[in-house]
């Protein structure tokens, strides 16, 4: 596909929001499946020693260079990386889609309540969104049989699944086969920030570049996970070197 990179050998599709919409659009129409991953450093990391997750963003249709870490690191490889498509913001950006194709969204994952406040903002901010239902995140393996039914049976096109990376990524891909949603995406944190119980960074931060700071300041629980930051830039900086 046109505007593919390779960081740390990982296949990254540098497409723009715009052509990423343009992508999903299509997939709905065509009833083809998309299964999509928004790509930061940590996971990028993750897929060095975890051959399972480096294996499920192989067989993803779209894996999208979320994180400023992603975008600086192909770029300072020499190639062509158009913007950052974050997961939030390409969240928002499908609910209009949603809306304009009659898609039918299902919220799955975050804590209980959660993702029905998240629908609830979404609707408010587009009326006519045809919400497929809601469910929290925290269930036994047990149950995965039971959600995949209920949400097949609410005829869900777009399935948005908060359950953290790469946890998110692994249940839609071992589901895939069986669920008949045409788009799965992992959306991390999308639901929190959208019910008001996290906070995305300023504007300013974001055109910075310094999210993943604002994050780190808000919640230092994350320092450890941060730690793949300058992990990444190390290989990143050697990688070219040699
Ligand atoms: N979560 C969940 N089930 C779990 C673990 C996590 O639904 O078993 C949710 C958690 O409540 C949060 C989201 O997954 O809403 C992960 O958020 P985080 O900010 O860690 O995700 P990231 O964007 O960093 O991947």
Redesign the pocket.
């Known amino acids: 596909m046109a505007g593919e990179i390779t960081v740390l050998g990982v296949r990254i599709n540098a497409l723009t929001m715009k052509d990423t919409l343009t992508n999903i659009s299509d997939s709905i129409a065509n009833k083809q499946r998309m299964f999509i991953v928004t790509a930061?450093t940590?996971m990028v990391m993750l897929c060095q020693n975890n051959e399972q997750f480096r294996n499920i963003l192989c067989k993803a249709q779209l894996v999208l260079p979320d994180g400023i870490g992603v975008v600086w690191a192909g770029k300072y490889l020499g190639q062509q990386v158009p913007e950052r498509v974050a997961?939030f913001d390409l969240t928002q950006e499908l609910f209009a889609v949603a809306e304009k194709k009659k898609a039918r969204v299902y919220f799955l994952?975050?804590?209980p309540g959660?993702a029905q406040k998240a629908a609830d903002v979404a609707i408010a901010q587009y009326p006519k969104l045809k919400v497929a239902g809601c469910r929290?995140?925290?269930f036994s393996a047990d149950k995965n049989l039971e959600i995949v039914d209920e949400i097949n049976r609410s005829e869900t096109d777009i399935l948005l699944a908060?359950?953290?990376?790469p946890?998110?990524e692994v249940w839609l891909y071992e589901h895939s086969e069986m669920l008949q949603a045409k788009i799965l995406l992992?959306?991390?944190?999308?639901?929190?920030v959208m019910a008001g119980t996290?906070m995305r960074a300023p504007k300013t931060w974001q055109n910075m570049g310094l999210e993943w700071l604002y994050?780190l300041l808000m919640q230092p629980s994350?320092f450890i996970?941060m730690l793949s930051i300058p992990h990444f830039m190390c290989k990143v900086l050697f990688s070219k070197k040699h």
């Open positions: 930061n940590e997961g994952g975050a804590a959660i929290d995140g925290y908060a359950l953290g990376a946890k998110q992992g959306v991390g944190g999308t639901f929190d996290a994050r994350r996970r």
